[in-house]
């Protein structure tokens, strides 16, 4: 495999506005992006799938719905002028006080595999998709509404999503995309008045989410495991007409769609992002059949959390008592979910077939878990034993609790004429400094190996390494704080937040504290399963 470039390395995403002032988020000369919300390109391609996949049914309105927060990145992607989201009218799309015209508002069924048990019925138990749109570059959004109320899936429960979790899942979306990792995004947050009861009364949120669709591995488990093979065939078309075209009548018999190169792509994908989230020290938390999506993107945030000081078996869900999710699992996990699709898949596939393409799980895994490594730590070229040179960065990390963002922003700086004063503030962060020096010739000499230079100094690897070590990632008592001011009415801090998330590799001098340790009052911060 080709080591990929880390995506995302120096890219400026653009303007991105929270509460704008009317008129500051206009696309000047861009009229691809001049839809508004009447004129979206809505073609609802979900509603075309038979009715046990889906039930049609609106929004139920929440009291005193009001905008908090929205992303004018987000909206460029379904080419809305982002000056439409100020209007009223979004909220009241949005939240089911009007009919938003071309859509057809409707909630799928799925099953899933939680914390390893199968669960025969699941659902989008307070999510409402409006219908997809397509963007003027071909590509499908479907816009969905999280929070929107109760649906045939709800089962006991509400159908509600609380502010806190959708400020959560706003933000750390935006965050994913912008360290260059596959994920749902977010539109915007609508916050409401209407008390939501969780462990203490909160109130009730959306958060408008958008991924080329929302079908999970548990949505192909739910038919397969009622013995409903038919319609596994039904919807695997409908995924790779809509969505991955490439395997449509390729390679299969009869003209059949190839369903092995899919399922392969499928497994590929999924390895990829997890080889991702485990370079930026992503733990997802919830690793569920049902939170993992059929694109192979990040889906669900609920009780994530990304490495701090430095501990490998993170569990950063407070309901995971057995550590199922914990940091380290992921990459097993991964083929673990994977393997529940492949027997859902069974009807469509012979076993050696889908035993032959889950093998392609660990090679592109390892395969980008490297290149990601390589590239944060400013190597160029491969070696055998680089994952030996990470290994040992790791383990010194976890003897120390490092802090994983800050040893890697550190390292960037070695490189940069800092001498002996930037050698010092990684040394620092370590407890055993001769074991950290031993390791710092070592990576010095690998250096120095990949450049084929004498010098270590080199201005351009320091600002390669810059674009892929982020400088802010989303954390815990970040997301707390704005969480707290949120709840009190005042939203100034989640748009402060998503604009350094948006460009976390930027230096952001004025915002310094946003970078530091976290305070001793973010250990306290414990986020479970309720959302
Ligand atoms: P999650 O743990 O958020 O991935 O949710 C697991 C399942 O429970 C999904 O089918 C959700 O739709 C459903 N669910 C979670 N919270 C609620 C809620 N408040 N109301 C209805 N369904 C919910
Ligand atoms: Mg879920």
């Not at 905008?67 to 809305?80: K, V």
């Not at 009548?249 to 092995?260: N, S, T």
């Not at 990304?306 to 078996?313: H, K, S, T």
Request: negative net charge; proline residues 6%.
């Amino acid at each position: 495999m080709v080591p990929a470039p880390v995506a995302g390395a120096g890219r400026r995403i653009g303007m991105s506005t929270i509460i704008a002032e009317p008129g500051e988020t206009t696309f000047a000369g861009d009229t691809a992006a001049a839809r508004t919300l009447e004129t979206l390109a809505f073609e609802p391609i979900q509603s075309s799938l038979p009715a046990p996949f889906q039930t049609r049914l609106a929004v139920t309105p929440l009291v005193g719905a009001h905008l908090a927060s929205f992303d004018a990145d987000a909206a460029r992607l379904i080419d809305l002028d982002p000056a439409q989201v100020q209007r009223p009218e979004f909220v009241a799309y949005l939240n089911g006080e009007r009919p938003w015209p071309g859509a057809e508002p409707s909630a799928m069924v799925y099953a899933g595999h939680q914390f390893g048990v199968y669960v025969p019925q699941l659902g989008d138990g307070r999510a409402i998709s409006f219908g997809q749109v397509r963007n003027a570059r071909g590509e499908l959004w479907d816009l969905q509404s999280k929070g929107a109320g109760p649906t045939p899936y709800s089962r006991f429960a509400d159908g509600r999503a609380v502010l806190r979790s959708t400020i959560r899942e706003y933000l750390c979306s935006a965050a994913m995309h912008a360290l260059g990792g596959p994920t749902t995004r977010a539109l915007a947050i609508v916050a409401s008045s209407e008390p939501v009861v969780r462990e203490s009364v909160e109130t009730g949120a959306l958060v408008l989410r958008m991924a080329p669709s929302h079908i999970r591995f548990g949505s192909f488990e739910f038919f397969f495991h009622r013995g409903q093979h038919e319609l596994v065939r039904t919807l695997a078309d409908h995924v790779i007409a809509h969505h991955c075209p490439a395997f449509a009548r390729r390679g299969g018999e009869g003209g059949q769609p190839d369903y092995a190169e899919w399922f392969g792509d499928i497994v590929e994908r999924t390895a990829r992002m997890i080889a991702h989230w485990q370079a930026v020290g992503f733990a997802h938390g919830v690793m569920n059949t049902d939170n993992m999506s059929i694109h192979g993107i990040t889906l669900d945030y609920g009780p994530f959390g990304f490495l701090e000081a430095f501990d490998a078996g993170l569990i950063c869900n407070h309901s995971d008592e057995g550590g199922r999710y914990a940091f380290d699992n992921q990459p097993g996990i991964g083929y673990w979910n994977l393997a529940c699709l492949a027997q859902a898949l069974t009807p469509l596939l012979e076993v050696d077939t889908l035993k032959a393409m889950l093998a392609r799980y660990e090679p592109a895994y390892s395969g980008r878990f490297l290149a990601l490594m390589r590239a944060k730590l400013g190597l160029t070229a491969a070696r055998d034993d680089d994952l030996d040179l990470v290994r040992e960065l790791f383990a010194q990390m976890q003897h120390s609790r490092a802090d994983y963002t800050i040893v890697f922003r550190r390292l960037c700086d070695l490189g940069a004429s800092g001498g002996p004063r930037a050698s010092a503030q990684v040394r620092d962060l370590f407890l055993d400094r001769e074991r950290f020096e031993r390791w710092g010739a070592r990576y010095r000499a690998r250096v120095l190996e990949d450049s084929g230079s004498e010098t270590f100094d080199d201005p351009a690897r320091a600002a390669r390494m810059r674009g892929v070590n982020p400088k802010f990632i989303l954390r815990n008592y970040l997301a707390q704080t704005a969480i707290e001011a949120a709840q009190r009415g005042d939203y100034a801090e989640i748009g402060r937040l998503l604009h350094l998330l948006q460009h976390p590799f930027d230096e952001h001098p004025a915002h310094e504290s946003y970078a530091a340790l976290p305070p001793d009052w973010a250990t306290g911060i414990a986020v479970s399963c309720s959302s």
